[in-house]
T-cell receptor
Framework: GENVEQHPSTLSVQEGDSAVIKCTYSDSASNYFPWYKQELGKRPQLIIDIRSNVGEKKDQRIAVTLNKTAKHFSLHITETQPEDSAVYFCAPKGGRGSTLGRLYFGRGTQLTVWP | ETGVTQTPRHLVMGMTNKKSLKCEQHLGHNAMYWYKQSAKKPLELMFVYSLEERVENNSVPSRFSPECPNSSHLFLHLHTLQPEDSALYLC???????????????FGSGTQLSVL
């Protein structure tokens, strides 16, 4: 299966600063790269995703960049706010054969934004 | 609410009990999933049902038995569980276009299971 690594595992930033979380994967045929946010005690929710034919995607304060050659993609959050505090998961999808449901979740990054 | 409802929210059971987790989606999706979330491991896919296919993670023990009577309902039947099965069990749904594509998962709030 896909080998997924997320770095860092914890990240603390001051409100207003930027945060970057990196996800590396092993399957060169992976074709879908989402990020999920899970606040404490709540369900994971998709916040942004990118497909392999696009290098970057932005949605207000969040962006995702993809480097398929190096097999990694990153989540960028600018002007962080305390409500951005959560665990963030990357979940690249393998592209080989029938990969029904094959989102391989990383271990998560705990982001804490201090006011 | 995202349209995916799970019951019960919390469950405590002994190792000899039999219980079932229920999931219902109101989004008109064609695929449903069970995930296990425990503190020391990544989100782990257990089972997937779509209109034409069922996929299971071969590492899931047979004491977990899924049932999907229709595209809106999903159950996870539990029997003779072990303490290490204590975790948050999350249901999710998606609108699958093709098996090789990726799509957004909508998660339920989960069932926090404790096995004594």
């Amino acid at each position: 299966g896909e080998n997924v690594e997320q770095h860092p595992s914890t990240l603390s930033v001051q409100e207003g600063d930027s945060a970057v979380i990196k996800c590396t994967y092993s399957d060169s045929a992976s074709n879908y790269f989402p990020w999920y946010k899970q606040e404490l005690g709540k369900r994971p929710q998709l916040i942004i995703d990118i497909r392999s034919n696009v290098g970057e995607k932005k949605d207000q304060r969040i962006a995702v960049t993809l480097n398929k050659t190096a097999k990694h993609f990153s989540l960028h959050i600018t002007e962080t706010q305390p409500e951005d505090s959560a665990v963030y998961f990357c979940a690249p999808k393998g592209g080989r054969g029938s990969t029904l449901g094959r989102l391989y979740f990383g271990r998560g990054t705990q982001l804490t934004v201090w006011p | 609410e995202t349209g995916v409802t799970q019951t019960p929210r919390h469950l405590v059971m002994g190792m000899t009990n039999k219980k079932s987790l229920k999931c219902e989606q109101h989004l008109g999706h064609n695929a449903m999933y069970w995930y296990k979330q425990s503190a020391k491991k990544p989100l782990e896919l257990m089972f997937v049902y779509s209109l034409e296919e069922r996929v299971e993670n071969n590492s899931v023990p047979s004491r977990f038995s899924p049932e999907c009577p229709n595209s809106s309902h999903l159950f996870l039947h539990l029997h003779t569980l072990q303490p290490e099965d204590s975790a948050l069990y999350l249901c999710a749904s998606s609108q699958m276009i093709q098996a090789t594509a990726g799509e957004k998962l909508f998660f339920g709030s989960g069932t926090q299971l404790s096995v004594l």
